[in-house]
């Protein structure tokens, strides 16, 4: 039976083991899937099925800086608990995750894994980790940016990473920056980054809104060109007050100092993953009933 890229896929995906362990186990099972995980499982290169399934919501932001300064690396790396992602084995594999990324700049999270932590590939360390501990740990996705003036770097709480590539200004306005966007969460630098589909999607909402009033059309036109300057200080960072003095914008507080954002990237542990909500009131009138 010939392997298939899907079924490299669906392996991967239900066992955490590496593309090529997988590939090697199935071309051995002669593409049987249940064979496969066994294989893997008895070479150590597989928990179990249900393991490797389970959501990895959780986690961590690791952070890495080069010596100068200039250039940054953010890594997400997820497990399944909030009590895991403050063990100390945990963090330590993030942290050398991050050090990998920017050491070695691969090209995408693939290719990060098949860099080396202490001889061994972060892949292997990976399912070392998953071993030891006993949840499902994956390595997300990570964020490089450069600067040739001043780089903000700021994590907070290890679940929320920044960095900020700001020409002009100094250090501390760079890490202001990123405190801001840590906070603030703005979508775009500036409304000329606003993509035109976005516009004009919340312009017709804007609109539909605003006829719904009844109002004559030059008031609906006024109302609407009001609210869509709201909304746009709303989700850029050059509109939105000041996280440090509320009454000061960011674009004000930019231009005080003649400096220009050139660029931001944000992460947040576990946005877009899709939690399985818990009801442990139900789960336990289950255990009593027998349920």
């Known amino acids: 039976m010939a392997v298939t890229a899907a079924m490299v896929k669906e392996l991967r995906e239900r066992t955490g083991a590496g593309m090529m362990e997988c590939k090697k186990a199935l071309v051995e099972t002669g593409g049987d899937m249940d064979s496969a995980i066994e294989f893997l499982r008895k070479s150590g290169l597989a928990q179990a099925d249900k393991k490797a399934s389970r ?11 080069s010596d ?14 909030d009590f895991v992602s403050k063990d100390d084995g945990f963090m330590a594999f993030a942290e050398a995750v991050a050090r990998n990324a920017l050491a070695e700049s691969p090209a995408d999270v693939e290719a990060l894994m098949q860099t080396k ?4 590939t972060v892949e292997e360390a990976r ?5 030891k501990i006993g949840e499902n740990i994956q390595v997300r996705r990570f964020v490089r940016l450069s600067s040739d003036g001043s780089l903000g770097a700021y994590v907070h709480g290890g679940r929320i990473g920044v960095l900020v590539d700001l020409s002009g200004g100094d250090e ?31 312009k017709d909402i804007l609109i539909a809104q605003a006829e719904g ?4 059309p030059e008031i609906v036109e006024k109302m609407v060109e009001g609210r869509l300057r709201k909304h746009l200080a709303g989700i850029t960072l050059l509109g939105q007050p000041f996280v440090k003095d509320s009454e000061l914008s960011v674009e ?11 660029g931001f990237s944000r992460l947040a ?12 009131a139900d789960e336990v009138m289950q255990q009593v009933t027998g349920g």
Not at 213 to 216: A, I, R
């Open 213 to 216: 009033s009844g109002k004559p």
């Open 127 to 131: 399912q070392a980790l998953v071993s």
């Open 68 to 81: 100068d300064a200039s250039e940054a690396v953010m890594v997400e790396v997820n497990c399944e608990t």
């Open 172 to 202: 501390q306005m760079a890490r202001d920056l990123a405190m801001h966007v840590a906070a603030m969460n703005p979508e775009f630098v500036s409304a000329d980054d606003v993509p035109a589909d976005v516009m004009a999607r919340e």
């Open 55 to 65: 959501v990895a919501a959780e986690g961590k932001i690791a952070l890495a800086v």
């Open 117 to 120: 932590i202490d001889g061994t």
């Open 252 to 262: 004000k507080l930019l231009q005080q100092s003649g400096a220009r954002v050139n």
């Open 269 to 280: 542990v576990g946005e877009g993953i899709e939690k399985k909500q818990e009801n442990f």
